[in-house]
């Protein structure tokens, strides 16, 4: 199954890898210069999400993105594939490239990495924090809060499809069309999104799906949003209980809504420009170029501000 062919796949080039833990090495891109932007990538997925970010965005930042334990082309572990220990990669990777003060973007899963860097070394190790589209707590028995689903949901997933590789392609599938991306996509796009996503064996896909599915990082997530400038960027399926969760538990967050789960791949220029601004306005000595700034802070968007239009599809279902 290893063997198996997607069609044409595109994959960033390794710029080093970094030992992490024994026999364990991450595999990770550094490019541009200035104020340090780490994307974090989500369940399974590689760096290579990130594809559409690089480029722009280190023309005026140091953009680092990697592959974590487990997947991409990082090292596979047998043990180590939960979020904690995820962050404490993290941690050592951006120690080990000498990168102090990042802005943490996660997206989905990787939030957890990133909210966890947070509870490792404090929220004021960090100049910013971005969450793309995931709820600091998976599951809750409260009521119409913004969670990843219920728990009914998640017994489903895990039990019915994590089981193997067919499964895992299955229920990827599933996810990628109707959660992570809007528009109908090509076979060579489908295939490459589900090809760099099966390099992670099913026994750990099932553990990484399990340790997101139980993270709570909500104390992480209040403490950074106090102490530093807080962004999260929603999918349009859940906004308006994402937006109300945030106003609730999170007032000090800023938010702005477009898109799938998967916009900054689906909407690039757009989700950058988002980000851009985000930093511009609330890090200090990000290289702000006045050109491109118009209000005097970010605050909360919908989809219309980021300059995406037509995209009122909704989308009901939605895992990690």
């Known amino acids: 199954m290893a063997s198996m062919e997607f069609g044409h796949l595109s994959s960033l080039k390794e710029d080093g890898r970094v030992a992490v833990a024994p026999g364990v090495e991450l595999s990770y891109v550094d490019r541009g210069a200035g104020q340090a932007?780490?994307?974090?990538?989500?369940?399974?997925?590689?760096?290579?999400?990130?594809?559409?970010?690089?480029g722009p965005l280190s023309k005026k930042y140091r953009?680092?993105?990697?592959?974590?334990?487990?997947?991409?082309?990082?090292?596979?572990?047998?043990?180590?594939?939960?979020?904690?220990?995820?962050?404490?990669?993290?941690?050592k990777l951006l120690d080990t490239l000498e990168v102090k003060q990042p802005v943490l973007v996660g997206w989905a899963a990787g939030c957890h990495t990133s909210l966890g860097y947070v509870k490792l070394k404090g929220a004021q190790a960090v100049a910013a924090h971005v969450s793309i589209d995931k709820p600091p707590r998976s599951l809750s028995f409260e009521k119409d809060i913004w969670v990843e689903a219920s728990l009914e949901e998640v017994s489903a997933v895990h039990t019915l499809y994590l089981r193997d590789v067919r499964g895992h392609a299955q229920y990827l599938r599933h996810y990628i069309e109707t959660v992570l991306i809007q528009r109908n996509l090509e076979f060579h796009e489908l295939s490459w999104m589900i090809a760099q996503?099966?390099?992670?064996?099913?026994?750990?896909?099932?553990?990484?799906?399990?340790?997101?599915?139980f993270s709570d990082d909500l104390a992480s997530?209040?403490?950074?949003?106090?102490?530093?400038?807080t962004l999260y960027i929603i999918a349009q399926h859940w906004a308006e209980k994402a937006q109300r969760y945030l106003r609730t538990i999170l007032p000090e967050a800023k938010s702005v809504v477009f898109g799938g789960r998967m916009m900054f791949w689906e909407y690039p220029e757009a989700f950058n420009r988002?980000?851009?601004?985000?930093?511009?306005?609330?890090?200090?000595?990000?290289?702000?170029?006045?050109?491109?700034?118009?209000?005097?802070?970010?605050?909360?968007?919908?989809?219309?501000?980021?300059?995406?239009?037509?995209?009122?599809?909704?989308?009901?279902?939605?895992?990690?």
Request: with cysteine; glycine share 4%.
């Open 37 to 54: 932007i780490v994307l974090i990538p989500g369940w399974t997925f590689s760096k290579n999400v990130f594809e559409k970010q690089i």
């Open 274 to 320: 988002v980000l851009d601004e985000f930093i511009q306005h609330n890090v200090r000595n990000a290289g702000v170029t006045n050109e491109e700034i118009s209000d005097d802070r970010f605050g909360n968007h919908s989809f219309h501000d980021a300059g995406v239009q037509s995209l009122e599809r909704r989308v009901t279902n939605r895992f990690i």
């Open 63 to 91: 953009v680092i993105t990697y592959d974590p334990r487990s997947q991409g082309a990082s090292s596979q572990s047998p043990e180590g594939n939960d979020y904690l220990s995820h962050a404490e990669d993290l941690v």
């Open 197 to 213: 996503a099966l390099k992670t064996p099913p026994l750990v896909a099932a553990q990484l799906f399990a340790s997101c599915m």
């Open 221 to 229: 997530a209040i403490a950074v949003s106090r102490a530093r400038p």
